[in-house]
């Protein structure tokens, strides 16, 4: 079991609870996970039809007096307008908004890492939340560091692993006469955010335009990362049976 739950903001709280949880974020310990998500909630989450920050947490310990301590810091450095804290399985809590993407739902995704959250990353981030008034797309902030981050860089494949926060923006609309705006909604909030921007990408995290293409690969991974991963490829991979993927090319 994991000590689980979710701090929910109104936009009136946006600043002041990013400002505080940029603070708590700095000691924050190894054992916490914080997932910040802006998203104007679907029906079934029954959260209302305004757009909302929700900061997702869960605790990998079985200490939980001190993982209540802890979201009781959090809780105290941006105190919420809403909270819900449960113990929970790991996959229930990893999956809970699983229902967001149903099979066949329309996407698009981009990323970028980044190291600050003062007040010009904090404006824009409230901006590009606060226009989303619409439901289908959404976008994550994700608190890296910890013992992830004192991995050296060139360890694992993973790059930028230094980075002290990573952001997803990504859709999950119906329509296609929606493809255009929620498109450009993930493209302009991308390009809002590349000048405080560290310069990495997650593959994961990538839209399908940039599959397949070497020099993506290239951007993502540097020089030598990508060269132990070619090496790989070729070694157990040969005839890119693996392919329908952000793939590394034999």
Same mark, same amino acid.
């Given at each position: 079991m994991v000590y689980s739950g979710t701090l929910v903001y109104g936009r009136s709280r946006w600043a002041s609870a990013l400002r505080g949880f940029e603070a708590w974020s700095r000691d924050a310990a190894d054992e916490v996970t914080v997932v910040i998500t802006f998203i104007t909630p679907p029906a079934w989450m029954e959260m209302g039809e305004e757009p909302l920050m929700l900061l997702g947490f869960?605790?990998?310990?079985?200490?939980?007096? @001190?993982?209540?301590?802890?979201?009781? /810091?959090?809780?105290?450095?941006?105190?919420? $307008?809403?909270?819900?804290? /449960?113990?929970?399985?790991?996959?229930?809590?990893?999956?809970?908004?699983?229902?967001?993407? #149903?099979?066949?739902?329309?996407?698009?995704?981009?990323?970028?890492?980044?190291? @600050?959250?003062?007040?010009?990353?904090?404006?824009?981030?409230? @901006?590009?939340?606060? /226009?989303?008034?619409?439901?289908?797309?959404?976008?994550?902030?994700?608190?890296?560091g910890g013992a992830y981050g004192r991995i050296a860089e060139d360890e694992t494949a993973f790059p930028g692993r230094s980075s002290r926060f990573w952001l997803n923006i990504y859709g999950f609309w119906d329509a296609a006469g929606d493809d255009a705006a929620r498109t450009a909604f993930v493209r302009g909030f991308a390009k809002d955010m590349? #000048?405080?921007?560290?310069?990495?990408? %997650?593959?994961?995290?990538?839209?399908?335009?940039?599959?397949?293409?070497?020099?993506?690969?290239? $951007?993502? %991974?540097?020089?030598?990362?990508l060269a132990r991963l070619v090496a790989l490829k070729q070694r157990f991979d040969p005839e890119d049976l693996f392919r329908l993927n952000h793939n590394v090319e034999p």
């Open positions: 869960a605790w990998s310990d079985q200490d939980f007096d @001190r993982a209540a301590q802890v979201v009781g /810091e959090l809780r105290a450095a941006a105190p919420p $307008d809403a909270e819900s804290t /449960e113990l929970t399985g790991w996959t229930a809590w990893q999956s809970a908004v699983d229902g967001l993407f #149903p099979k066949g739902v329309r996407a698009y995704w981009k990323n970028t890492s980044f190291d @600050r959250l003062d007040d010009d990353v904090i404006s824009t981030i409230i @901006r590009h939340g606060a /226009e989303q008034t619409w439901q289908g797309t959404a976008f994550d902030i994700h608190l890296m590349a #000048p405080f921007s560290t310069g990495r990408e %997650y593959v994961n995290f990538m839209g399908l335009e940039d599959a397949g293409r070497r020099t993506s690969a290239l $951007d993502v %991974y540097g020089t030598a990362k």
